[in-house]
C-alpha cells in the first residue's frame, strides 16, 4: 500500500480507518505503517518486534531507564525500530516518527486510557490497540493452520483455568498451548513454527479494554468482584471492559451460574448467531450446565441425551490433595471450553489428573504439630481470598499489602467465624485493620511493624520471617496458616511470586529449627 500519510483532517482520519480496518491477516500490507508502541516488556517487545517483521516502522517509549529497558532498546533497534526512546520525559507526549503522526498505537497492558501518550492519540483520533488486539489481527497466516481460541477471563482463576484447559486439550491430542496475561505473549506463540491447534487465552480487564475485534470460538468469565477500579475508574467500567470478552463469540458463551452478572453478561452480548450459553455451577447442573453430582464433575450441555442425562467428566479427588469450591468451579470452566472443540470426557479427566497447580495458589507448603501451612500468595484481592478462606475452618491468616483501591467489609464479615487470628503485613493495611475491628472485634490482630519511613523499613523477607513467627506462636492442632493476602505485592515485595517465596522460605525454616529442637 503506498503511503501511510497522515494530516489532521476528516478525510485523513477517514482514510486511516478504512487503512486499518483492511488489517485483518498477517499476509495484509502492514508495510509502512507508523506505529508506537508503549512499553517495552514482555508484551510490549512482542508487539514491537511483530510489527517490525511486518515492516512497519515503529517507534517504542517506556518511561523507565533501566539495563533490561536499554538491552531491550538496543535489540529492538538492531532488528529494525525507527527508534527507542526511554525516560519520564519519552512517555509525556506523543512521538511523531519521521516527522508524521502516527497512524497507530499499540499499547501494553497496564497502561492507563488517560496517560499522556495515549491520550494523545485519542485527540488526534489516532486507534489505539492492545497486544491481544494486534495478535487477533495477525492470527491468520497463509499456510499455516489459524488457532482456535478459547478466551478466559475473570477476577480470580485465570490461571488456573487456563492451564487446566491446556492440559486437557494436550490430553486430548491437540497442540494448545496457554498464552496471554498467563506470561507467554500471544504474539510470540503465533510466530513459533508449532502448528497449534488452539490459543487457551487469558486476557485481563485491561487488555480486553484494548481489544475491538475477537472472535474467540468459546469465552467464559469466571467470576467478578471489585477490583482494578483505579485503573478503571469504577466498578461498572471494569465489567464493562470484562463483559467484552464475550463480543462475536462463535459457539460457547460459559457463565457462572453461581454469579448472576456473569449470566447478564451473555445474555446482553452480540455473539455469532448459533453460540450457545453455557453454565457452570459447582452444584448440581440444570440442563445446558456443567455442575457436580455427588463428588463427580458432570456434563449436561455437550451431550444430546442431556434433558435427562449427564456425562461424568471426572472426580473432585482428580483435582489434587486440596480441591476448594473455588478449583472444582475452575476445572469445570476449562471443561466447559475445551468441549467446545470436542474434547471427549476421557481427557477432561486425564488432563486435570496431568495438571500441576502453579506455585502460590493454594499451596501447601508444610504441616507442623498438626497446623496446615498454606500459600496462596496469588489471592491479591479479596474476592479471591475469601474463596481460599472458605476451604479452610479455623484459620490464622497472614494477609494486607497494597490494596488498589477495593473494601474489605464484606469479606471480613463473612469469614469473621473462621479467624482465630490476623497477622497483617503491608505498609498500609488500615483498610483492611478497620474492616476487622467492625466485623471481627474479637479476633486478635497482630500488626507487623512496616518501619516508619522507607529508609528503616525491613525488607520483604524479614516482613514475612515476623509474620510466619507470630502465626507459629498462635496456631495450634487443627487449625491453618493461610497466607492469602487480599492485597498487592509491590509495596513491600516485588511481586506475589517473590512474597510467596519469602512465606515458604520462612516456614521451612520454622520446620527445620523445629526438628533441630527435638534432636
Known amino acids: 500500500m503506498g503511503g501511510w500519510t497522515v494530516t489532521?483532517?476528516?478525510?485523513?482520519?477517514?482514510?486511516?480507518?478504512?487503512?486499518?480496518?483492511?488489517?485483518?491477516?498477517?499476509?495484509?500490507?502492514?508495510?509502512?505503517?507508523?506505529?508506537?508502541?508503549?512499553?517495552?516488556?514482555?508484551?510490549?517487545?512482542?508487539?514491537?518486534?511483530t510489527?517490525?517483521?511486518?515492516?512497519?516502522?515503529?517507534?517504542?517509549?517506556?518511561?523507565?531507564?533501566?539495563?533490561?529497558?536499554?538491552?531491550?532498546?538496543?535489540?529492538?533497534?538492531?532488528?529494525?525500530?525507527?527508534?527507542v526512546l526511554l525516560g519520564p520525559e519519552a512517555v509525556q507526549t506523543l512521538p511523531l516518527i519521521e516527522g508524521e503522526l502516527p497512524d497507530l498505537v499499540v499499547t501494553s497492558p497496564g497502561w492507563r486510557p488517560d496517560q499522556a501518550v495515549l491520550a494523545g492519540a485519542g485527540r488526534k483520533h489516532i486507534p489505539v490497540w492492545g497486544d491481544v488486539e494486534l495478535a487477533w489481527r495477525v492470527r491468520s497466516r497463509r499456510g499455516k493452520k489459524t488457532a482456535a481460541w478459547l478466551a478466559v477471563t475473570g477476577t480470580n482463576g485465570k490461571t488456573t483455568t487456563v492451564g487446566m484447559a491446556e492440559s486437557m486439550l494436550r490430553a486430548g491430542g491437540l497442540k494448545a498451548v496457554a498464552v496471554g496475561n498467563v506470561g507467554t505473549p500471544i504474539l510470540d506463540a503465533l510466530r513459533e513454527p508449532v502448528e497449534y491447534d488452539a490459543f487457551v487465552v487469558e486476557l485481563s480487564s485491561f487488555q480486553l479494554h484494548w481489544a475491538e475485534s475477537l472472535s474467540p470460538v468459546a469465552s467464559v468469565v469466571l467470576n467478578v468482584a471489585e477490583d482494578h477500579v483505579d485503573w478503571h475508574g469504577s466498578y461498572e467500567s471494569y465489567l464493562a471492559d470484562k463483559a467484552k470478552i464475550y463480543r462475536n463469540t462463535q459457539k460457547a458463551a460459559v457463565y457462572n451460574a453461581e454469579q448472576i452478572e456473569t449470566e447478564r453478561m451473555v445474555e446482553e452480548a452480540d455473539v455469532v448467531e448459533g453460540c450457545r450459553a453455557i453454565g457452570f455451577t459447582t452444584r448440581t447442573p440444570g440442563l445446558s450446565m456443567l455442575g457436580v453430582v455427588d463428588g463427580l464433575l458432570v456434563d449436561r450441555a455437550y451431550i444430546p441425551e442431556r434433558k435427562d442425562h449427564a456425562a461424568e467428566l471426572a472426580s473432585v479427588a482428580d483435582l489434587g490433595e486440596i480441591a476448594p469450591r473455588h478449583m472444582v468451579a475452575n476445572a469445570l470452566a476449562a471443561a466447559a471450553l475445551v468441549r467446545a472443540i470436542g474434547v471427549e470426557p476421557v481427557a477432561v479427566r486425564e488432563g486435570l489428573r496431568s495438571y500441576l497447580p502453579g506455585d502460590h495458589r493454594i499451596q501447601p507448603v508444610a504441616t507442623i504439630d498438626g497446623v496446615v501451612w498454606v500459600n496462596d500468595s496469588k489471592a491479591t484481592n479479596p474476592h479471591a481470598a475469601s474463596a481460599s478462606l472458605a476451604a479452610f475452618d479455623s484459620v490464622v491468616w497472614i494477609a494486607g499489602g497494597l490494596s488498589k483501591g477495593v473494601t474489605y467489609d464484606e469479606l471480613v464479615a463473612r469469614h469473621s467465624?473462621?479467624?482465630?487470628?490476623?497477622?497483617?503485613?503491608?505498609?498500609?493495611?488500615?483498610?483492611?485493620?478497620g474492616a476487622l475491628r467492625r466485623h471481627a472485634p474479637n479476633v486478635p490482630v497482630i500488626r507487623v511493624d512496616p518501619g516508619e519511613t522507607e529508609e528503616d523499613r525491613p525488607d520483604g523477607a524479614s516482613i514475612m520471617a515476623r509474620a510466619v513467627e507470630h502465626a507459629a506462636e498462635t496456631a495450634g492442632t487443627g487449625d491453618t496458616v493461610l497466607m492469602a493476602p487480599a492485597a498487592a505485592s509491590m509495596d513491600q515485595f516485588a511481586s506475589y511470586a517473590q512474597r510467596g517465596t519469602a512465606f515458604i522460605d520462612a516456614v521451612h525454616r520454622l520446620v527445620e529449627g523445629k526438628a533441630q529442637s527435638k534432636e
Open 417 to 433: 467465624a473462621r479467624l482465630k487470628t490476623v497477622v497483617l503485613i503491608g505498609v498500609d493495611s488500615s483498610d483492611l485493620e
Open 8 to 49: 489532521g483532517s476528516r478525510d485523513s482520519v477517514e482514510r486511516r480507518r478504512e487503512r486499518l480496518a483492511a488489517l485483518t491477516s498477517w499476509d495484509a500490507d502492514w508495510a509502512g505503517l507508523r506505529v508506537v508502541v508503549t512499553g517495552i516488556g514482555i508484551s510490549g517487545f512482542a508487539a514491537a518486534d
Open 51 to 83: 510489527l517490525i517483521e511486518l515492516g512497519a516502522s515503529v517507534v517504542v517509549v517506556d518511561g523507565s531507564v533501566t539495563e533490561r529497558t536499554q538491552a531491550q532498546a538496543e535489540t529492538l533497534r538492531i532488528v529494525g525500530a525507527v527508534d
